[in-house]
T-cell receptor, first 110, second 117 residues
Framework: GEDVEQSLFLSVREGDSSVINCTYT??????LYWYKQEPGAGLQLLTY?????DMKQDQRLTVLLNKKDKHLSLRIADTQTGDSAIYFC??????????FGTGTSLTVIP | GAVVSQHPSRVICKSGTSVKIECRSL??????MFWYRQFPKQSLMLMAT?????????EQGVEKDKFLINHASLTLSTLTVTSAHPEDSSFYIC?????????????FGSGTRLTVV
């Protein structure tokens, strides 16, 4: 099966930028996504990028995709305490099956 | 926007009993629903895919007799954990799609925390 890896933890100070990284093994996915999960809650779609794009910016969020290295990142500018959550990257393949990363727990220090 | 309601949000049951979790698409017809399981501090693992009116497709290693999935209508899918045991304690999340082109169309429920005592 597909392996999607993320660092488990990230701590940043409020106001700094956060960069959450994701590596994957199967590059045949069509879209890659970033989801946010707050404690005890479901998943909230943050943003996505089409697999033939290199970058996508959406307000404070910037997604970078390096297909050659099979590396995806999410940059959150001006990180706020409300950004503290677990962030999952995910790929979608033919058959519309998602593969989720292992999740990165972001802690924002006031 | 598309909303998926999952109920209950939390449930505690005794070992050996069965628990039913509902997943409803509130403002769209969901041709396909997905059920995921999430262990503490781990990612979501797909358990099964269900299409309205047909049998669910289970992922390898998921016991279909233990995790009964029913997708009787275009707005409702249920997951029943039968003869629950403490090891079934987990966070279960459903997702629904109305089909159509990517990237949109997938909405996740808020999850159900199951604790078996």
């Amino acid at each position: 099966g597909e392996d999607v890896e993320q660092s488990l933890f990230l701590s940043v100070r409020e106001g700094d930028s956060s960069v959450i990284n994701c590596t994957y093994t199967d590059s045949s996915s069509t879209y890659l996504y970033w989801y946010k999960q707050e404690p005890g809650a479901g998943l909230q779609l943050l943003t996505y990028i089409f697999s033939n794009m290199d970058m996508k910016q959406d307000q404070r969020l910037t997604v970078l995709l390096n297909k050659k290295d099979k590396h995806l990142s999410l940059r959150i500018a001006d990180t706020q305490t409300g950004d503290s959550a677990i962030y999952f990257c995910a790929e979608i393949f033919t058959g519309n099956q998602f593969y989720f990363g292992t999740g990165t727990s972001l802690t924002v220090i006031p | 926007g598309a909303v998926v309601s999952q109920h209950p949000s939390r449930v505690i049951c005794k070992s050996g009993t069965s628990v039913k979790i509902e997943c409803r698409s509130l403002d769209f017809q969901a041709t396909t629903m997905f059920w995921y399981r999430q262990f503490p501090k781990q990612s979501l693992m797909l358990m099964a895919t269900s299409n309205e009116g047909s049998k669910a497709t289970y992922e390898q290693g998921v016991e279909k007799d233990k995790f009964l999935i029913n997708h009787a209508s275009l707005t409702l899918s249920t997951l029943t954990v039968t003869s629950a045991h403490p090891e079934d304690s987990s966070f279960y999340i459903c997702s629904a799609t109305r089909g159509g082109p990517l990237p949109h169309g997938y909405t996740f429920g808020s999850g159900t925390r199951l604790t078996v005592v």
